[in-house]
């Protein structure tokens, strides 16, 4: 079964840095699209930062040079490195993952089939 697993939400003071991560099972995820999401309630979800199969990483301009998308191939695992964060950086993260990726930069929502739980990210 595909399933996504998010972590290292939490409280983080305006400035600071939190590492997020999303084990991934049922697929190597190194062969796929694999994105951070994120939503406010109310709003919207977002893409924040995205890597195709060829590893080329990309990101909504909110967080370009903030942010950094890596996956670890042997771990089967996505993360999400955010530093400098902001108030506005506050919402619930969620990971997914494309399987038969055709627009992966461009980062929507319903191309993404697999999603995690998500993992509460609040800066004050």
């Known amino acids: 079964d595909v399933q996504l697993v998010e972590s290292g939400g939490g409280p983080v003071q305006a400035g600071g840095s939190l590492r997020l991560s999303c084990k991934v099972s049922g697929f190597p995820s190194s062969n796929v699209c694999m994105a951070w999401f994120r939503q406010i309630p109310g709003q919207e979800r977002e893409g924040v930062a995205v890597v195709d199969a060829d590893d080329i990483s990309m990101y909504a301009e909110s967080v370009k040079g903030r942010f950094i998308v890596s996956r670890d191939k042997a771990d089967n695992t996505l993360y999400l490195q955010m530093n400098e964060l902001k108030p506005e950086d506050t919402g619930m993260y969620y990971c997914?993952?494309?399987?038969?990726?055709?627009?992966?930069?461009?980062?929507?929502?319903?191309?993404?089939?697999?999603w995690g739980q998500g993992t509460q990210v609040t800066v004050s």
């Open positions: 997914a993952a494309d399987l038969w990726p055709r627009r992966c930069a461009q980062m929507i929502p319903s191309d993404f089939g697999s």
